[in-house]
């Protein structure tokens, strides 16, 4: 079964960091682009990153540019996103969701559960 | 950047109707549109992409027009399942979403 497992949300104080992870189980990274959506309580979707199959093609919202990394672990099967210097604004459900094709410029077929990134002093 | 814009932001219908949601592009994208379905507290489920095509699964009630700057997604029949929230998005960098339409109970 095609499958998206996020984690690595919580509570961090504003200035910290944090490492989501998305574990990937049915199909191989390498084959599908990859991206991260978030979403603030009670507000829309914000597309946050975007990764290609190849490992190229990564690209940021401009609210988290120069704050966020995506990478990902083929060997795991594994996304992430690494975000510093978190905010207040920046709390929202974060979800990994897969494109639908090895190209960034796809719609996301498969999403994840969501993992809570809550950004408090 | 390019905006995405929806019309309306709430809909009330009922079941059995159709109803018809708006997406406008501050810019033209052809036909790089893609819609998704939330319901509260799940992730959304990917509904129509490239403005029409019927992603695998999805019923055949839910149907997508339009290119360029203007775009509509249709839900015929409407279904008590149907009523969640609604949102276009347009398939290219930065992949900006609408703010969303909820379809809610009349």
């Known amino acids: 079964e095609v499958q998206l497992l996020e984690s690595g949300g919580g509570l961090v104080q504003p200035g910290g960091s944090l490492r989501l992870s998305c574990a990937a189980s049915g199909f191989s990274l390498s084959s599908f682009a990859m991206n991260w959506v978030r979403q603030a309580p009670g507000k829309g979707l914000e597309w946050v990153s975007s990764i290609g199959g190849s490992g190229f093609g990564i690209s940021y919202g401009d609210s988290v540019k120069g704050r966020t990394t995506i990478s990902r672990d083929t060997s795991k099967n594994t996304l992430h996103l690494q975000m510093k210097g978190l905010r207040i604004d920046d709390t929202a459900v974060y979800y990994c969701?897969?494109?639908?094709?090895?190209?960034?410029?796809?719609?996301?077929?498969?999403w994840g559960q969501g993992t809570l990134v809550t950004v408090s002093s | 950047d390019i905006q995405m814009t929806q019309s309306p932001s709430t809909l009330s219908a009922s079941v059995g109707d159709t109803v018809t949601i708006t997406c406008r592009a501050s810019?033209?994208?052809?036909?790089?549109l893609a819609w998704y379905q939330q319901k509260p507290g799940k992730a959304p489920q990917l509904l129509i992409y490239m403005a029409s095509t019927l992603h695998s699964g999805v019923s055949s009630r839910f149907s997508g027009s339009g290119s360029g700057t203007a775009f509509t997604l249709t839900i015929s029949s409407l279904q008590p399942d149907d009523f969640a929230t609604y949102y276009c998005q347009q398939n290219n960098s930065p992949w900006a979403f609408g703010q969303g339409t909820k379809v809610e109970f009349k």
């Open positions: 969701a897969r494109s639908l094709g090895i190209a960034v410029i796809n719609p996301f077929d498969i």
């Open positions: 810019q033209s994208i052809g036909t790089w």
